[in-house]
């Protein structure tokens, strides 16, 4: 399962890239928003620097002839460029026009499993089903998960799942087990996934042993 990291921080993006374990990068409005006063492209273009990889950057307009005239303007800024589109008809209408240009998309919003049929059938390079956003009316995100990779895989859909809106590890070992394609993972929660207690407390002995050992060995 391919992870990408979810947020619009240089710095955390850098962290995980270091640690060689991301893939890609989604940012949406509300996370460009968290940094600041920072110019939306040139940090786009800060992070596919960095990540060498698919990054996420979303459409703002509403209306289909806006939409694909900002899609067009950032792509422009990196080969590595995914657009973010959210999913309505001008959206759906939008996402056929920019494939057909060769143009990747990753189409946002996503809560049921036929939104994520038009999505797929218009050609989205990805799909964005929130699970977190899910659970919190009630509903089980993971369900929804396992459902468009069922319909995906009966008629040998091209187009990714990415697993978003993921609020804890749970999430991620829940999808990676029905072969999600990818997990979007807010930093907060990759830090998560390297933590087992069982591993600190092996740790902890295994120097403690060492020390006992170097101690007998220097007598
Ligand atoms: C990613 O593509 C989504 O924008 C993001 O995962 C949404 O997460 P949230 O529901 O925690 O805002």
Known sequence: MKIFLDTANIEQIKIAKDWGIIDGVTTNPTLVAKEGNIDFETRV?????????????????????????EARELAKISEHVVIKIPMTKDGIKAVKTLSSEG???????????????????????????????????GNQGLELIEEILQIFYNYGFETEVIAASVRHPYHVVEVAKMGCDVATIPFSVLEKLFMHPLTDRGIERFSKDWEEYLKLKNK
């Open 45 to 69: 273009k800060e992070i596919c620097d960095v990540v060498q990889g698919p990054v996420s950057a979303e459409v703002v307009s509403m209306d289909y002839e806006n939409m694909v005239k």
């Open 103 to 137: 143009i990747k998309t990753n189409v946002t919003l996503v809560f049921s499993p036929l939104q994520a049929l038009l999505a797929a059938k218009a050609g989205a390079t990805y799909v964005s089903p929130f699970i977190g956003r899910v659970d919190d009316i």
